[in-house]
């Protein structure tokens, strides 16, 4: 696990050192072991190293024989001992033991084809001196960041926005379109992101770039096709033999490795797994509040596993003096409360080891969100004639706010593609027109969500609703929150993170199991659960999902109020935001029985990312 820069100067001058040397050293905590850079002609290539394959022979950027094709990698392969053999055989000489080399000999035997042959986690950018050209790619989740943008003079890459700008013709202006989708998703979905001109490279995505410019596309598709006529006992068993032979990749290292521990199942299944093979440490982090944490189910879980437990309480006064911090980490705000708690985590985890296995995607691929249960609940709405909806939706809007069965009543009346954005739906469009100060007309063209659903609803069409939201949330809310939160929290302490559940082998298999395999017996995840009930603990199997709650209501009525009313008084983000309306909401978030927390944390956290990145 790593961080790369690089840049591709236009017209033929050469990259300066410092320039390099700057973007790497900003980035250093992804790579604090070393870090060495390359300049040719009109390029520069730099790497910040993290050690976990390959210690002594493994820096970067790596080159072929003759110096021509050089790589720089962020990531890992997690079969690359199997492709330096075939490439071996081909005639082909390695000069060192890491995954990163098999890229440049992959590329040398086929050029830009070789993609799909990857098992792994990965953001990487080669550069072919012959071709004077980058080739590059992110893996098919989005696990591994790769940024980009253009400049009058470069193109600029790089592990985290704070690499790019470091180059002193990138715009650090906000993206007011990017921001209305943050408002309504939590973050800013790919390939945007907060920084007008700023982009990420979209999972599963390659990118081309020459001296007539840069081409992207996409090198794989996920699809899903059920298959319901295969017997559920048989899909067990693939599931049970898919991730255990996942779980056997994901703990190569020359490093001490371990796991997350949380009291869910996912996590669970990756400590049983891993323990058949290894002693290893587990980590959980919780809150004071015993309904805010599963520490004592976590410890639980982890006497009878065996493993050697650490944990850690998160105090709120903790909390709050690591926001400032944790901002600057993630680049552009992300309102998921838990990437804090995710931050603490990978702290105490790094006191121990260098690689840590975690349970992210877990959720997604298996339908375990509580929310992917709602069209079995609104299914008396079926049965309602499609004129007598709007009606009855319009009944309900002058309900009072708050009133139970008034959103199950709206929501029950609109179409799926009108309710469901993924995990998080924090504004409306009807209540940006209040909450963001943007002239009306923009809101009006860019603050619609659906803009950015719409293309994945499409490619999903004909499958059934439950699936269909797995889609959303698989190409959305997974990179965009997820996945996002998860590298930059981790990172922050130089700890690599796995996830096994997201191996393009599991993937292929579940996207052939159907909806009635996974939302079963009144439960999420069903399958999942039956595949491995015999090596998780009981008392796990049945619970039903807490996620990684954060006490955000609580203190934002005490702990947190003056915080909160002070960054809003004194934030610069007038021209985007509406301050007198974020007040009344903080202030009757504290006087009155109405939840704001979601809605005052996402401005917060967009506040305090504006102080962070935009304001001298």
């Given at each position: 696990?790593?961080?790369i ?15 390099l040397?700057?973007m ?10 070393d ?7 009109n390029v ?37 001992q ?26 040398e ?20 001196r ?43 202006k906000?993206?007011?379109?990017a ?8 973050y800013v979905?790919e ?23 840069m ?26 033999e ?23 199942i ?18 959980s ?41 944790l ?7 992300v ?12 702290r ?15 959720d ?34 002058i ?5 139970k ?18 995990n ?15 002239d ?26 439950v ?6 949330d ?9 996945l ?64 990684f ?42 006087n ?17 990312w ?5 304001v001298?």
């Amino acid at each position: 696990m790593c961080g790369i820069v690089a840049v591709f100067n236009k017209h033929s001058q050469s990259v300066a050192p410092e320039l390099l040397n700057r973007m790497m050293d900003v980035i250093v905590h992804r790579g604090p072991d070393d870090g060495r850079y390359l300049q040719m002609d009109n390029v520069g290539l730099g790497f910040r190293r993290l050690s976990i394959i390959d210690l002594s022979t493994g820096m970067q950027p790596i080159a072929n024989e003759d110096g021509s094709i050089n790589v720089i990698f962020n990531g890992e392969i997690y079969n690359y001992q199997e492709l330096t053999a075939q490439l071996t055989a081909k005639g082909h000489k390695f000069s060192t033991h890491t995954d990163t080399e098999v890229l440049v000999h992959l590329y040398e035997e086929y050029g830009e084809a070789f993609l799909p042959m990857l098992r792994g986690m990965f953001g990487f950018i080669i550069h072919d001196r012959k071709k004077n050209s980058f080739f590059g790619a992110r893996d098919y989740f989005g696990i591994k960041p790769v940024y980009y943008t253009e400049t009058s003079s470069a193109f600029v890459f790089g592990s985290e926005i704070k690499s790019l700008l470091e180059h002193p013709e990138v715009s650090r202006k906000t993206k007011p379109d990017a921001f209305l989708n943050y408002l309504t998703f939590q973050y800013v979905p790919e390939p945007d992101t907060m920084f007008e001109g700023i982009k990420k490279l979209p999972p599963a995505h390659w990118f081309h770039l020459d001296a007539s410019g840069m081409k992207i596309a996409p090198y794989y598709q996920m699809e899903f096709a059920p298959e319901p006529t295969v017997p559920f006992a048989d899909f067990v068993e693939q599931i049970r033999e898919t991730l255990e032979t996942s779980i056997l990749a994901h703990r190569m290292s020359d490093v001490p490795r371990g796991a997350f521990l949380s009291g869910g199942i996912d996590s669970t299944i990756i400590c049983a797994l891993f323990k058949k093979y290894e002693d290893i440490h587990t980590f959980s982090v919780g809150y004071n509040e015993e309904q805010y944490s599963e520490l004592s189910v976590a410890a639980q879980t982890a006497k009878i596993l065996g493993t050697n437990h650490h944990e850690f309480i998160i105090t709120p006064e903790e909390y709050l003096q690591m926001l400032p911090k944790l901002a600057w980490h993630q680049d552009e705000p992300v309102a998921d409360p838990s990437a804090i708690s995710v931050y603490f985590l990978a702290r105490l985890a790094r006191e121990q080891i260098t690689v840590v296995l975690s349970g992210e995607g877990a959720d997604e691929l298996f339908a375990g969100y509580n929310i992917y249960r709602e069209p079995h609940d609104l299914h008396l709405f079926n049965k309602i004639p499609g004129w007598a909806k709007p009606l009855l939706s319009a009944s309900a809007e002058i309900l009072p706010r708050g009133l139970k069965g008034k959103s199950f009543i709206q929501r029950g009346c609109a179409p799926l593609e009108d309710r469901f954005f993924g995990n998080a739906k924090i504004f409306t469009h009807k209540e940006k027109y209040k909450i963001s100060a943007l002239d009306k007309q923009i809101i009006a063209q860019h603050g619609d969500a659906r803009r950015v659903t719409a293309p994945f609803y499409e490619r999903a069409k004909g499958l059934d609703e439950v699936t269909r939201m797995q889609f959303i949330d698989l190409n959305t809310w997974l990179p965009g929150n997820i996945l996002m939160k998860a590298d930059k929290m981790t990172m922050a302490n130089s700890l690599e993170l796995r996830v096994p559940f997201l191996d393009i082998e599991v993937l292929k298999l579940i996207s052939r199991i159907p909806t009635e395999y996974k939302i079963s017996h009144g439960t999420t995840k069903y399958i999942l659960r039956e595949a491995f009930k015999d090596v998780v603990p009981e008392h796990v199997v049945s619970k039903k999902k807490l996620g990684f709650p954060v006490p955000l209501r609580k203190w934002l009525k005490k702990e947190f109020f003056a915080w909160a009313y002070d960054l809003i008084k004194t934030s610069e983000t007038g021209e985007l935001v509406n301050k007198t309306e974020m007040l009344k909401l903080l202030i009757e978030h504290k006087n009155t029985g109405h939840d704001n927390s979601r809605q005052l944390w996402t401005v917060l956290m967009f506040m305090l990312w504006h102080r962070e990145f935009t304001v001298d």
